[in-house]
């Protein structure tokens, strides 16, 4: 089992940056990837990043995110983070945290991160 805890969320204006963390315990060396997803209100949850046990990086192939959002990871390989620039209006949702490992598939709770303009 792996479990995951994001915070860092929050109120920021347009124009503004956060820094997301997400922090798996458990079976953390079972970890194959972790990425970031979000949800907007009255919409699907949508792939933003992730980054693999390796250390790649990759991103949703959407001008909403690209160049804005970087995803990394601490030395252990048991935090992860999102560094969000630049946020708009467009950006306010829930942000999850994932953990693909050989046991499947874990979620984190999430953290609101909401723009005001």
């Known amino acids: 089992q792996v479990q995951l805890v994001e915070s860092g969320g929050g109120l920021v204006q347009a124009g503004g940056s956060l820094r997301l963390s997400c922090a798996a315990s458990?079976?953390?060396?079972?970890?194959?990837?972790m990425a970031w997803y979000r949800q907007a209100p009255g919409k699907q949850r949508e792939y933003v990043a992730s980054?693999?046990?390796?250390?790649?990086?990759?991103?949703v192939d959407s001008v909403k995110v690209k160049g804005r959002f970087t995803i990394s990871r601490n030395n252990a390989g048991n935090t992860v983070y999102l560094q969000m620039n630049s946020l708009n209006a467009e950006d306010t949702a829930v942000y999850y945290c994932?953990?693909?490992?050989?046991?499947?598939?874990?979620w984190g709770q999430g953290t609101q991160v909401t723009v005001s303009s």
């Open positions: 980054i693999t046990s390796g250390g790649d990086t990759y991103y």
């Open positions: 994932n953990a693909n490992t050989v046991m499947g598939l874990f």
């Open positions: 458990g079976s953390i060396f079972n970890i194959n990837a």
